[in-house]
């Protein structure tokens, strides 16, 4: 059974930046697929970015290209989402999560098998 914890979250003004974490324990870290969701009120999970195994390959929603970057340490057995140019649209609930599958479907939220508790991110304009 893995645990995820999630933080990094906070208020940042349009335009600034975030790095959000998610350590994890209790399971072999390098062996999940690891991936962070969103979910705004009164909206879906949406799938932000996601990172395979190794960390050679990485996945970003349209919305957040270019702006956000998805990496692992996986000696720290931490996941990263470095998050710059902030928008107000950012604004969420984030979640990292970890899947099983290892590193197929990591764009899809029914891959995973573990999910942090969320950490927010609100960006004012």
């Known amino acids: 059974q893995v645990q995820l914890v999630d933080t990094g979250g906070g208020l940042v003004q349009a335009g600034g930046s975030l790095r959000l974490s998610c350590a994890a324990s209790?399971?072999?870290?390098?062996?999940?697929?690891m991936g962070w969701f969103r979910q705004a009120p009164g909206k879906e999970r949406e799938f932000v970015a996601a990172i395979s195994r190794s960390g050679s390959s990485t996945y970003y929603a349209d919305s957040v290209k270019g702006r956000f970057t998805i990496s692992r340490d996986n000696a720290k057995n931490t996941v990263y989402l470095q998050m710059n140019s902030l928008k107000p649209e950012d604004t969420a609930v984030y979640y990292c999560?970890?899947?099983?599958?290892?590193?197929?479907?990591?764009?899809?939220?029914?891959?995973?098998?573990?999910w942090g508790q969320g950490t927010q991110v609100t960006v004012s304009s």
């Open positions: 209790g399971g072999t870290f390098s062996i999940y697929g």
């Open positions: 999560a970890a899947s099983q599958k290892g590193d197929y479907g990591l764009k899809w939220g029914r891959s995973y098998d573990y």
